[in-house]
């Protein structure tokens, strides 16, 4: 038998001896070392400090509650990540090249991202788009751009994901009357709309609505999805933009599953039954520069979102417990100098998201603190999650750190800050109160101002911004989006409505409007004004009528 | 006598809602003692020449990064010496290529910062921009 060792004992000993010595030669290189949320971290993990962990309860075993290490039993031993590079830009003839290319360069799903007039529900020719058409991503006007972007790609073979939140209804149902003309049944879409608008008002910028209306189109999609759409995720809860806005990993955790607290209780208060729409919500986390907090906070995240939906909600299905998430490596973290270091900074933030068990992956390319990427930095991107997957080996185990004593611990500890900050969120009654009060917001901008200031007094090393600078010629082999795209997807746009049936447009968009000042599900109403080449500019502003527009709260600090 | 505090309007033009640059940078002026007027998101050229006249800023600092930086900054410099208030100095930030600056500055924008540009240097920059004006 072995013989019982006291470690906590033993590591008095080794700290009167050992490393007394060493520290009274050479200290350390700081007086104390914190993550990103502010978390001091121990010089050395130890068995005992994570001995108050109930294995079963908190780690359990993949594929079961509390999914702490995966939500699939196999992880990536069955199937790898989904990889999964948001792209979009200029015209909907020039993205789709663009997504053929990438799906032959070995991409498994769609990842759209649209222009934000397409976000913000305007037409290509409303007088505030001007600069902007084509311009962040795709610009889709109506029907017939959707057309055009998903021409030659079946959709029962790719899984999409859109990055569209105001809008998501019209696009999702542009998205269905693009399948039904390919003859593809609904039942067989798979994909993700963002449809994540409290982010919006908190970190993105791209609502039109108020919440309260906001959050019915929301609950309608879920509702409509339910049954004639299962496979397809209704809503990305995203903690990406609130991360990128400037939040800390734990502000990331609390106010993204805050967010989802929110929408859920929205859609059981329409009378949805819980079991029938959560299994279809997903999530969206950045994957940022501190590798081990990183790794913490996915594992974190799904623990908490367990006990949540089955404590809180009592949930009873294992899918409704289960948080599956889509990671993108932190675009703020990009540097402009020396920006081929962008590659290495992406790789291992990409390996953080595979170690912390995502089921899809965005990698950044080199160049995006500059603009758009071009097609060579995306394939490198995209070669880098080939290089994790396919000849680093870590996808062989599931959750290969589990039990780590530094990881475990750091779960915990993620996990306790965040739920702290949520029950602040539920004090001030959710995520949206805490929202119109600017609470979140705040929480953000002071988040964001020191992180700034550690790195301008370099307590925060960014390497070749604050230290090992080097003098540098422009960075110019960028994408380039003329300015042709714009008057190009004006005329489309022209020819649309002047081609389309426009009595039958008016009609739509006149119920559409009666629908929208009672109770009915939107969905339907939407579904046919796209089918009627309505443009998207004319559906939104006949939501706008009846609903209004928010207003954002100017907050700095 | 108090010397006048810098008047400073950070304001972002267009569609584009990532803030957080200017609203560290707001922060950061503030701290270094000027007067600091952020508008939101979302604003029109019109509206953002509007205010600074309205508000008889010294210098008017932009942030886009969705790239309509062409089409905005240099709008909201034209508006500005229409109206009267060709005195006030434009400077911009955001994600914007180099190739794109000369353009800007030839455009009346004074200066462009790129993505990691400390603080410290925008405010020096200002404090001897609006030195050497008045």
Same mark, same amino acid.
């Given at each position: 038998?072995?013989?019982?060792?006291?470690?906590?004992?033993?590591?008095?000993?080794?700290?009167?001896?050992?490393?007394?010595?060493?520290?009274?030669?050479?200290?350390?290189?700081?007086?104390?070392?914190?993550?990103?949320?502010?978390?001091?971290?121990?010089?050395?993990?130890?068995?005992?400090?994570?001995?108050?962990?109930?294995?079963?309860?908190?780690?359990?075993?993949?594929?079961?509650?509390?999914?702490?290490?995966?939500?699939?039993?196999?992880?990536?031993?069955?199937?790898?990540?989904?990889?999964?590079?948001?792209?979009?830009?200029?015209?909907?003839?020039?993205?789709?090249?663009?997504?053929?290319?990438?799906?032959?360069?070995?991409?498994?799903?769609?990842?759209?991202?649209?222009?934000?007039?397409?976000?913000?529900?305007?037409?290509?020719?409303?007088?505030?788009?001007?600069?902007?058409?084509?311009?962040?991503?795709?610009?889709?006007?109506?029907?017939?751009?959707? *057309?055009?972007?998903?021409?030659?790609?079946?959709?029962?073979?790719?899984?999409?994901?859109?990055?569209?939140?105001?809008? #998501?209804?019209?696009?999702?149902?542009?998205?269905?009357?693009?399948?039904?003309?390919?003859?593809?049944?609904?039942?067989?879409?798979?994909?993700?709309?963002?449809?994540?608008?409290?982010?919006?008002?908190?970190?993105?910028?791209?609502?039109?609505?108020?919440?309260?209306?906001?959050?019915?189109?929301?609950?309608?999609?879920?509702?409509?999805?339910?049954? %004639?759409?299962?496979?397809?995720?209704?809503?990305?809860?995203?903690?990406?933009?609130? %991360?990128?806005?400037?939040?800390?990993?734990?502000?990331?955790?609390?106010?993204?599953?805050?967010?989802?607290?929110?929408?859920?209780?929205?859609?059981?208060?329409?009378?949805?039954?819980?079991?029938?729409? #959560?299994?279809?919500?997903?999530?969206?986390?950045?994957?940022?520069?501190?590798?081990?907090?990183?790794?913490?906070?996915?594992?974190?995240?799904?623990?908490?979102?367990?006990?949540?939906?089955?404590? %809180?909600?009592?949930?009873?299905?294992?899918?409704?417990?289960?948080?599956?998430?889509?990671?993108?490596?932190?675009?703020?973290?990009?540097?402009?100098?020396?920006?081929?270091?962008?590659?290495?900074?992406?790789?291992?933030?990409?390996?953080?998201?595979?170690?912390?068990?995502?089921?899809?992956?965005?990698?950044?390319?080199?160049? =995006?603190?500059?603009?758009?990427?071009?097609?060579?930095?995306?394939?490198?991107?995209?070669?880098?999650?080939?290089?994790?997957?396919?000849?680093?080996?870590?996808?062989?185990?599931?959750?290969?750190?589990?039990?780590?004593?530094?990881?475990?611990?750091?779960?915990?500890?993620? *996990?306790?800050?965040?739920?702290?900050?949520?029950?602040?969120?539920?004090?001030?009654?959710?995520?949206?109160?805490?929202?119109?009060?600017?609470?979140?917001?705040?929480?953000?901008?002071?988040?964001?101002?020191?992180?700034?200031?550690?790195?301008?007094?370099?307590?925060?090393?960014?390497?070749?911004?604050?230290?090992?600078?080097?003098?540098?010629?422009?960075?110019?082999?960028?994408?380039?989006?003329?300015?042709?795209?714009?008057?190009?997807?004006?005329?489309?746009?022209?020819?649309?409505?002047?081609?389309?049936?426009?009595? %039958?447009?008016?009609?739509?968009?006149?119920?559409?409007?009666?629908?929208?000042?009672?109770?009915?599900?939107?969905?339907?109403?939407?579904? =046919? #004004?796209?089918?009627?080449?309505?443009?998207?500019?004319?559906?939104?502003? #006949?939501?706008? =009528?009846?609903?209004?527009?928010?207003?954002?709260?100017?907050?700095?600090? | 006598?108090?010397?006048?505090?810098?008047?400073?309007?950070?304001?972002?033009?267009?569609?584009?809602?990532?803030?957080?640059?200017?609203?560290?940078?707001?922060?950061?002026?503030?701290?270094?003692?000027?007067?600091?007027?952020?508008?939101?998101?979302?604003?029109?050229?019109?509206?953002?020449?509007?205010?600074?006249?309205?508000?008889?800023?010294?210098?008017?600092?932009?942030?886009?990064?969705?790239?309509?930086?062409?089409?905005?900054?240099?709008?909201?410099?034209?508006?500005?010496?229409?109206?009267?208030?060709?005195?006030?100095?434009?400077?911009?930030?955001?994600?914007?290529?180099?190739?794109?600056?000369?353009?800007?500055?030839?455009?009346?924008?004074?200066?462009?910062?790129?993505?990691?540009?400390?603080?410290?240097?925008?405010?020096?920059?200002?404090?001897?921009?609006?030195?050497?004006?008045?």
């Amino acid at each position: 038998m072995k013989s019982k060792v006291d470690l906590r004992k033993e590591l008095h000993r080794w700290q009167q001896t050992t490393l007394k010595k060493v520290l009274e030669r050479s200290p350390e290189r700081k007086q104390s070392f914190k993550t990103t949320s502010d978390i001091e971290l121990k010089r050395l993990y130890m068995p005992f400090d994570i001995e108050e962990m109930e294995y079963m309860e908190e780690l359990g075993l993949p594929g079961e509650y509390p999914f702490t290490r995966g939500v699939q039993p196999t992880m990536y031993r069955g199937r790898f990540w989904t990889m999964r590079q948001y792209a979009g830009f200029a015209t909907a003839e020039e993205t789709n090249k663009r997504y053929k290319y990438l799906l032959k360069q070995g991409q498994t799903g769609l990842s759209v991202a649209f222009d934000l007039p397409t976000q913000i529900g305007y037409d290509s020719d409303h007088p505030l788009c001007a600069g902007e058409v084509g311009k962040v991503g795709v610009a889709i006007d109506s029907l017939a751009d959707m *057309e055009i972007l998903f021409d030659g790609i079946p959709l029962d073979k790719v899984s999409t994901s859109m990055t569209i939140n105001a809008t #998501a209804a019209m696009l999702l149902a542009m998205y269905i009357a693009v399948a039904e003309k390919q003859g593809v049944p609904l039942d067989q879409l798979r994909g993700t709309i963002q449809n994540d608008i409290l982010k919006e008002y908190t970190a993105r910028g791209t609502y039109i609505y108020p919440p309260k209306e906001s959050m019915r189109i929301i609950t309608d999609i879920f509702a409509f999805c339910k049954d %004639r759409l299962p496979q397809w995720n209704t809503i990305s809860i995203s903690g990406y933009h609130i %991360r990128e806005a400037g939040s800390s990993a734990v502000q990331e955790v609390a106010f993204t599953l805050a967010d989802g607290i929110a929408y859920v209780k929205a859609a059981i208060e329409a009378g949805l039954d819980v079991d029938s729409f #959560a299994r279809r919500l997903s999530f969206f986390f950045g994957a940022h520069n501190n590798f081990l907090e990183e790794i913490a906070k996915f594992r974190a995240a799904r623990r908490m979102w367990a006990k949540i939906m089955r404590e %809180r909600f009592g949930a009873k299905k294992p899918s409704s417990w289960m948080l599956r998430f889509h990671t993108q490596t932190a675009g703020c973290t990009l540097t402009a100098q020396q920006p081929e270091n962008n590659v290495v900074r992406v790789a291992f933030q990409a390996l953080a998201a595979v170690l912390g068990g995502t089921q899809s992956l965005h990698t950044n390319s080199r160049d =995006e603190a500059f603009a758009l990427p071009t097609e060579e930095s995306v394939t490198i991107a995209l070669r880098t999650q080939q290089i994790i997957a396919y000849e680093s080996g870590v996808a062989d185990i599931v959750d290969p750190l589990g039990g780590s004593y530094a990881i475990e611990a750091l779960t915990e500890q993620i *996990e306790e800050r965040a739920t702290e900050y949520i029950q602040k969120i539920d004090e001030m009654g959710g995520a949206i109160k805490a929202i119109e009060s600017g609470f979140i917001q705040r929480e953000i901008a002071n988040s964001a101002y020191k992180y700034q200031k550690e790195i301008e007094e370099k307590e925060r090393i960014i390497v070749g911004l604050n230290e090992f600078t080097v003098e540098e010629s422009p960075f110019t082999d960028i994408l380039k989006i003329s300015p042709e795209v714009e008057r190009y997807q004006r005329e489309k746009l022209n020819k649309v409505r002047s081609q389309r049936d426009s009595q %039958r447009v008016k009609d739509s968009l006149k119920r559409l409007k009666e629908a929208a000042q009672g109770t009915e599900n939107l969905m339907p109403y939407i579904l =046919e #004004a796209v089918k009627s080449y309505a443009t998207l500019g004319e559906i939104a502003d #006949a939501l706008r =009528e009846v609903f209004g527009e928010y207003k954002e709260h100017t907050i700095i600090t | 006598m108090e010397e006048r505090k810098i008047r400073v309007l950070i304001a972002k033009p267009g569609l584009d809602g990532h803030d957080r640059g200017a609203k560290v940078i707001a922060r950061a002026l503030r701290d270094a003692v000027m007067e600091v007027i952020y508008t939101g998101i979302r604003q029109t050229p019109e509206q953002i020449a509007a205010t600074a006249i309205q508000e008889g800023v010294d210098i008017v600092g932009l942030s886009c990064l969705s790239g309509a930086h062409n089409q905005l900054f240099p709008q909201v410099v034209q508006l500005l010496r229409q109206k009267g208030g060709d005195d006030i100095i434009v400077i911009g930030g955001g994600i914007i290529p180099y190739d794109d600056i000369p353009v800007l500055k030839k455009a009346g924008v004074a200066e462009v910062f790129q993505p990691g540009t400390s603080t410290q240097e925008i405010i020096r920059f200002i404090k001897e921009r609006v030195a050497k004006r008045t």
